[in-house]
């Protein structure tokens, strides 16, 4: 390495004549020099050295301090639950102690009479009389003298030592009686109850037992090993079988076990079988809960069983029930999980859909999402509950849009909800779309931050949530039109922080579209018949994956499983009754004033719902998929049934007027229709190519 020093000179000189000198070190690099790494990487102990187990054991080893004592909630809830088991059970036992004493008392008589026939066998040593009697049989003099001898030994100090006590008990209990007669007494019920305790009855315990039918035995291995084997899940003959990646431990209110299965068998083989396995384990399917851990490998099942039946279990409070405040961009809190932990539901950036059979606690899944959007103030609520019972009316003061009820006019009324969903997210998307790259840098959707930088903009979330929505998806008039709207919501509105809550009580593919319930991200099934219902909310094969809500009873309402992918959970819905929702929408009420985000119908407002939608939308809403071209008189007929509030006066007008009107609406838009020849169809007529009217790369 060489090193350079150059001076450089001012042709300039200062007040004092003096130039001024640079000086400018340079140093060159060594000529064909390798790169060296800054810091060289450790290097890894080779494979099979006792280092290298001990690193793979510390990379899943268990914790040192148990789960319950790291976590300061579950350690105050055991300590709760502790102390109160002991003092219910100190007090009970405590109140049925006089009881007990005359439980006592009354068998002192038979106490003491096998006392006496123990002491006198004692006293007679009369143990050894089967060995004197055989001694004497055999003629065996010499034996039978020792033993007596023997047998004189020890009988002459038991008697005297039995005449003394005898003695000195009868005299001091004589006397005492007359000095102390109140110990006396005392002594005498406490020697009569301890007599008592060698007069028992096996079949009559002293102890009065409580048997609790809620409360289930301890999970061990063995019942593992022999549940797994009754449902046909243990190993080939010579091959590895069943093994535990992990004892058995408790795991909150239930107890958690870790299972290897035999190799070539994946755990979804046992969610299959969930009620087989609980037959086997002779236990409550509400408390056997298989599942798979994927983050081990795919064989790998985890199977928790709770001590308690959840389903007879109390209620647990909903965590906004008293105070708090919502924040829809992140997670809500919606229920529990069988284990008591708290499940949260993301609405932001998804949708939802809640399905199950009449009874299955729809109520309470709606009561818990619907209110913890009225707790954020910037949340905009528009809800159309289209069974006219009024579950949902806790909520209407604080509401945009409210409608109750099941007449058309109300199913009209949520088909203008959807369409103004469509305008204001065409709205937003345009004003999202001008803003530079920097002020959205998680991606062109709303976001909390940039709602409240433009606050005219009204960016804040809009739920929209229909109720009993099979009311629209099979109506008619209005089931295409309901169809391609939702669709059209789901798939491109949530960017924009417009969310749709569809809820249903008859998930069949006619009252679900396809279209619908393929595109939903989040999607919440409660008691379901059969496996197809289940699949129609949870997605395809989900009852295959093992997500069966088939298994549920419509007797733990508010259950369901909680799908968003392909992952699912059980869980249970916080149950609100209805004065409690009352009280949290006036909560909720005043935070909305606070805030000054009240609108609409909560104002004494008119709601404008808006449809920017145009008659080019309409006909590519109905466009047959991959077809080029359509005739007029086909596409008037298509759109009568789609938007027949519109276009249903064309079909009382022969095809070629009808045609004309067609062509006539369109040609504000620069879209024309031409003679088009369709040999499959009905030869030469007025028609549109799909090229005429399909949307220009990038539109909305």
Request: glycine share 8%; aromatic share 6%; charged share 25%.
């Amino acid at each position: 390495m060489t090193q350079t020093t150059v001076q450089l000179h001012k042709d300039t000189q200062d007040t004092e004549d003096t130039p001024a000198v640079l000086t400018e070190t340079i140093i060159d690099v060594i000529k064909d020099a390798q790169p060296r790494p800054v810091d060289p990487p450790t290097g890894s102990p080779e494979p099979g050295t006792w280092i290298a187990e001990a690193q793979a054991y510390l990379a899943d080893a268990p914790p040192v301090v148990p789960p319950t004592f790291r976590k300061w909630d579950a350690f105050k809830n055991g300590v709760r639950w502790t102390a109160s088991y002991y003092a219910h059970l100190t007090a009970f036992h405590a109140l049925r102690a006089p009881v007990y004493l005359a439980r006592l008392l009354l068998r002192a008589p038979r106490g003491a009479g096998r006392l006496i026939v123990r002491w006198g066998k004692w006293v007679a040593d009369t143990e050894a009389r089967p060995v004197e009697a055989k001694a004497a049989t055999s003629a065996d003099i010499e034996a039978w003298l020792a033993l007596s001898r023997e047998h004189s030994r020890r009988v002459r100090p038991r008697r005297v030592a039995s005449l003394a006590v005898a003695t000195i008990t009868s005299i001091t209990t004589l006397v005492s009686s007359f000095l102390v007669p109140g110990w006396t007494f005392t002594a005498t019920l406490t020697g009569a109850a301890l007599i008592g305790l060698a007069g028992k009855k096996g079949d009559k315990p002293l102890i009065t037992r409580y048997v609790a039918t809620n409360v289930l035995r301890r999970l061990d291995s063995t019942e593992v090993f022999n549940a797994l084997a009754a449902i046909g899940i243990e190993g080939k003959k010579g091959r590895k079988g069943v093994e535990f990646a992990s004892e058995v431990m408790r795991d909150g209110p239930g107890w958690r076990a870790e299972i290897d299965l035999p190799p070539g068998v994946e755990a979804t083989a046992v969610l299959e079988k969930r009620a087989a396995l609980a037959a086997a384990m002779r236990r409550p399917i509400s408390t056997v809960w298989p599942e798979a851990d994927r983050t081990a490998h795919p064989g790998r099942l985890v199977l928790w069983v709770a001590q308690r039946d959840p389903a007879k279990a109390g209620r647990k409070l909903w965590p906004l029930m008293k105070e708090g405040q919502a924040d829809v961009y992140k997670p809500l809190p919606y229920g529990f999980d069988p284990r008591g932990n708290l499940v949260e539901i993301t609405l932001m950036y998804s949708n939802l859909l809640v399905g199950g059979i009449p009874g299955s606690g729809k109520t309470s899944c709606a009561l818990a999402i619907v209110l913890g959007v009225a707790l954020d103030p910037s949340a905009e609520l528009w809800i159309y509950e289209l069974k006219g019972s009024g579950d949902l009316d806790s909520v209407k003061p604080i509401c945009h849009r409210y409608v109750s009820g099941d007449e058309d006019e109300d199913l009209e009324a949520a088909l203008a909800g959807m369409r103004s969903g469509i305008a204001e997210y065409q709205r937003r998307a345009a004003f999202i779309r001008g803003l530079p790259a920097s002020e959205v840098p998680e991606g062109r959707k709303v976001t909390r931050a940039l709602a409240e930088k433009y606050p005219e903009q009204n960016l804040g979330p809009r739920v929209i949530v229909i109720d009993e929505v099979q009311e629209l998806f099979t109506h008619p008039d209005y089931k295409e039109e309901a169809a391609a709207l939702a669709t059209r919501l789901i798939k491109k509105a949530r960017a924009y922080g417009i969310i749709l809550i569809l809820l249903t009580q008859n998930p069949d593919a006619p009252s679900l579209p396809t279209s619908v319930s393929s595109s939903v991200g989040t999607r919440l099934c409660l008691a379901v018949m059969d496996w197809r219902a289940n699949n129609n909310v949870l997605g395809t094969s989900a009852y295959e994956r093992g997500l069966r809500a088939t298994d549920i009873s419509i007797d733990e309402q508010g259950t369901g499983i909680l799908a968003r992918g392909r992952e699912g959970t059980t869980v249970r819905a916080a149950f609100i009754k209805q004065t409690e929702a009352e009280d949290i929408a006036k909560r909720a009420l005043a935070l909305r004033t606070a805030a000054g985000t009240l609108s609409g119908q909560s104002v004494g407002a008119q709601v404008e719902e808006l449809d920017v939608e145009t008659v080019v939308d309409h006909v590519r809403a109905i466009w047959p998929d991959g077809t080029e071209s359509v005739h007029s008189h086909r596409l008037v007929d298509a759109l009568a049934q789609y938007r027949p509030d519109l276009y249903k006066p064309w079909t009382e007008m022969d095809a070629a007027a009808a045609s004309t009107a067609l062509s006539t609406a369109l040609k504000p838009f620069k879209v024309s229709t031409r003679q088009l020849t369709i040999r499959e169809c009905c030869g030469g007529a007025k028609g549109l190519r799909w090229t005429d009217v399909a949307p220009a790369e990038g539109d909305e």
